[in-house]
């Protein structure tokens, strides 16, 4: 009997809630402003020439108007940018998203993949705007003030107080917009400190996902309530080569031919680790880290489980938001939302997919040639989830670009590839990997299932309409002896015998999933990607497709007596519309329903849509960075 192979999740955070005694400030009114420039810093260390800014008109509320975007670039390796055209803006309140490649003061090389950071501010006072570490960790928690009551320089002032708390730092510093790290002062000293606390012996793409768990830990009260990553952050101030970071800024800077004066950052990291800074952190020398090497950058098995969570972060995300664009697509759902280049779902989802193959790629190419233990079952499972995104991906989009290693900022700009080069690549990868994963995993486990490959094969065999291949791998994982799951248990017990890949939530997460996911899809703590009734389902679709009818009759049967419905007396004329029936009234929005309906070619007759309409726009956001990307026809 096979158990379940799930994704464990359990983030267990102590929800806290401050209160003052003070009263709290009305809101203020908006503004209306027009500015004939803005101009900026973007710094993590510097972001490079290229990176691109996207500013956003906010309401009273820090919400985006949709009314006013505008978009420029860093112009230099200084990070440095401008807004030179006129903007009319109906709120003095902006949002700055900012996307590039940056100098990782860390390692003193340039970034090999870019990161997202984001800031907040009131341009009715100002024409400059730094986003940096700071502003990105703080903007979610100035949101919540603001939207608990708080006017926005209250809730800005509140918000770095309770950052800096987090890193036993007690000094005021100014609005973190305001700070620049070649200020020379002790606020830019603090800004650094941190920055570097943080990056400390992570990749970009990690430290991508590290950042973005502390912003939303942060949010809610105010303080970091998850003890992992806590630690992370104390072993960042207990090993970060504080001399080293300094050193690699200043030299960054005398290599564009400017010197800096960097204030002693020694002084606002915890290097003893006894949650106090005081005289013995200003002069606490750490140990030079010896540089990331292929055969130690993976030391041990835990360290590639690690690095596997990390990744089903942002995989969990991508399916969230895909399985909210196929319910309203599918009108599974009573959600409305313009499925178009600008939707902000699309474009997350998209970003969270290249995010997590970029995780993936990472431990992939470090899984190779590793002699001290056997990482196979880590770089077959990598292999089997990149698998699993890049089906999803062109399901949804066509072509998309293939990336299968850590790209140099030479190689950034992927065009598409053609869906069926790279469903015969995956199939090689999956093929590959299924004797090192696991017969019977538990639930627990972060190495997937044999299934889970099988699954995936058969899947895309059915894409290519291969039917006589994709039912010799589907019938690998149905066991004629299990009865199917079809009631609400399925979405509770993690023991359950019906699921083959599912999203795993903790009862009481506090990091909760997307909203709109949450309000109309989630069911329980488990979420099927993929399941036993669906590869019977699967199985039906090559039958049918192979003009097997009698054995198609049989599967059909099967599901219909699971579910307690008659069995059919023959085969109906079309078949695909039972097909269709039995999966939206047993599977319905859980996944692929939109994926099924193409493939049985009804999708634009039973959703009347356009054919066009059958996948989604690449993002406004790809099109915008990259020249080579090109939009799927009729958006």
Request: hydrophobic content about 40%; some cysteine; glycine content about 4%.
């Amino acid at each position: 009997m096979k158990k379940i192979t799930s994704i464990l999740f359990l983030a267990l955070f102590l929800l806290t809630c401050s209160k003052s005694g003070e009263e709290i400030p009305s809101p203020e009114k908006t503004k209306t402003i027009i500015k004939s420039q803005l101009t900026g810093k973007i710094e993590k260390g510097p972001f490079l020439t290229g990176s691109k800014i996207t500013l956003y008109e906010l309401d009273n509320e820090l919400k985006q108007t949709g009314k006013n975007i505008f978009k420029t670039e860093t112009t230099n390796d200084n990070g440095e940018f401008l807004f030179d055209s006129k903007m009319e803006l109906s709120s003095q309140f902006v949002e700055l998203e900012i996307s590039g490649y940056f100098f990782n003061e860390v390692t003193g090389k340039r970034s090999s993949s870019q990161i997202t950071l984001n800031a907040l501010a009131d341009v009715s006072v100002k024409n400059k705007v730094n986003v940096n570490i700071l502003t990105h960790l703080v903007y979610k928690r100035i949101k919540n003030l603001v939207s608990d009551g708080l006017t926005f320089p209250v809730a800005q002032k509140q918000a770095h107080k309770e950052l800096l708390m987090v890193f036993y730092i007690t000094k005021d510093i100014k609005n973190s917009d305001d700070i620049g790290l070649t200020d020379g002062n002790e606020d830019a000293a603090i800004l650094l400190a941190i920055s570097a606390v943080l990056l400390h012996d992570k990749q970009e793409a990690a430290f991508s996902e590290f950042i973005a768990k502390l912003s939303n830990d942060f949010a809610s009260d105010g303080t970091i309530s998850d003890n992992s990553l806590m630690e992370q952050i104390k072993a960042g101030q207990k090993n970060v080569n504080s001399i080293q970071v300094m050193d690699h800024l200043k030299s960054y800077f005398s290599d564009q031919g400017k010197t800096i004066e960097v204030d002693n950052i020694r002084k606002f990291i915890d290097g003893n680790g006894d949650g106090v800074l005081d005289d013995t952190d200003a002069t606490f020398e750490n140990k030079p880290n010896d540089e990331i090497s292929e055969d130690n950058f993976f030391p041990n098995g835990e360290a590639y489980k690690q690095a596997l969570i990390a990744s089903y972060a942002k995989l969990r995300v991508c399916f969230e938001y895909m399985l909210v664009l196929d319910a309203a697509r599918c009108n599974l759902i009573d959600y409305n939302t313009e499925i178009s280049s600008q939707n902000a779902i699309i474009n997350d989802a998209w970003k969270q997919a290249y995010q997590f193959v970029n995780l993936l790629n990472l431990i992939i190419e470090h899984s190779v040639d590793v002699s001290i233990f056997d990482t196979k079952p880590f770089l077959s499972t990598s292999k089997v989830l990149r698998a699993l995104i890049y089906l999803d991906m062109i399901q949804h989009w066509g072509d998309v670009p293939f990336i299968t290693k850590q790209l140099s900022m030479d190689e950034m700009y992927v065009p598409r590839t053609n869906k069926n080069e790279i469903f015969d690549a995956l199939l090689v990868d999956l093929i590959e990997s299924v004797p090192y994963l696991k017969e019977e995993p538990d639930h627990d486990q972060h190495i997937v299932s044999r299934d889970l490959a099988n699954a995936l094969i058969g899947a895309i065999y059915l894409e290519q309409k291969k039917y006589n291949e994709a039912v010799s791998f589907f019938t690998k994982i149905i066991d004629e002896n299990q009865p199917l799951i079809l009631g609400n248990t399925v979405y509770n017990d993690v023991n359950n015998n019906e699921t083959i890949f599912t999203l795993l939530y903790s009862e009481n997460e506090n990091l909760q999933p997307f909203g709109i996911f949450s309000q109309y899809i989630k069911k329980g703590i488990l979420h099927p990607i993929y399941r036993h009734t669906g590869i019977l389902l699967n199985i039906a679709e090559t039958l049918n497709g192979l003009n097997r009818n009698s054995e198609l009759l049989n599967v059909l049967n099967q599901i219909r007596v699971a579910g307690n419905m008659n069995p059919l007396q023959e085969l109906p004329t079309n078949p695909k519309y039972e097909i269709a029936a039995l999966w939206k009234k047993y599977i319905g929005s859980d996944y692929g329903y939109f994926a099924l309906l193409k493939r049985l070619g009804i999708a634009v007759e039973l959703l009347e849509i356009q054919s066009y309409q059958q996948l989604y726009p690449i993002p406004y956001q790809e099109l915008d960075m990259n020249p080579n990307m090109t939009q799927n026809p009729g958006y």
